[in-house]
């Protein structure tokens, strides 16, 4: 029977030994799978944020459709200009006082124009499927724009987000749930990784420093 007893309380041993490694182990791999899927969703969000940002410097607004913002990318043109400093003689002034008098102003010439896709995306054309969130089987970012009412002017804006859900779909869901709750300094807070708002003028990521900058 001692021997019975033995062997049933390393048994036990055995399981709780387990039980507590894998309640250290799977947490760790877990955020392991996390951070490099993150990483990887941050990149293309970055992206869509260069192309929206472009689509408005040029049309002066933004766009809820990808489709609409993949054809930008490839037909549009940014005018570039030169500033150059001039004056010249207020005639007006002359006459009235019979003193000379110089206005100071400032000239902008329009010398050519550069594509949108060559400034932004140089060689690659990663840009055609920036809509499918990287690590799932094409699933699409969440895109919408708007106007935002401030200072007594409407406001162009634009939001473009992804459920950690969608990111973690085949990870342990209880780790999931926790990951949605998150409030850190270090981590991605609530339930969504995303660009801009709609509520307020933002194109800022969500995302912690440690993943690399959110506003550029």
Do not use: C
Request: aromatic letters at 10%; charged letters at 30%.
């Amino acid at each position: 029977m001692r021997l019975v007893i033995q062997l049933i309380l390393w048994a036990v041993i055995g399981v709780l030994g387990y039980l507590t490694f894998m309640s250290v182990y799977e947490p760790i791999q877990f955020n392991k799978v996390k951070e490099a899927r993150y990483q990887k969703v941050i990149e293309r969000l970055k992206d869509i944020r260069k192309a929206e940002l472009a689509h408005k410097e040029v049309t002066g607004k933004f766009t809820g459709s990808f489709d609409s913002l993949v054809r930008f990318i490839d037909t549009a043109e940014y005018t570039i200009t030169q500033r150059r400093d001039t004056s010249y003689l207020d005639k007006e002034y002359q006459k009235n006082y019979g003193v000379d008098k110089m206005i100071q102003d400032v000239i902008v010439d329009t010398i050519g124009t550069a594509p949108v896709k060559d400034s932004i995306f140089k060689n690659s054309s990663r840009y055609k499927k920036m809509m499918y969130v990287p690590t799932t089987d094409k699933k699409k970012f969440d895109l919408a724009a708007g106007t935002v009412y401030k200072n007594n002017t409407n406001i162009p804006v634009f939001e473009v987000k992804v459920a950690k859900d969608v990111i973690l779909a085949d990870q342990d869901s209880d780790e999931v749930a926790l990951e949605k709750q998150v409030i850190s300094v270090d981590g991605v807070n609530g339930e969504y990784l995303k660009v801009g708002s709609l509520e307020e003028v933002n194109t800022n990521g969500n995302w912690p420093k440690v993943y690399g900058a959110n506003d550029e």
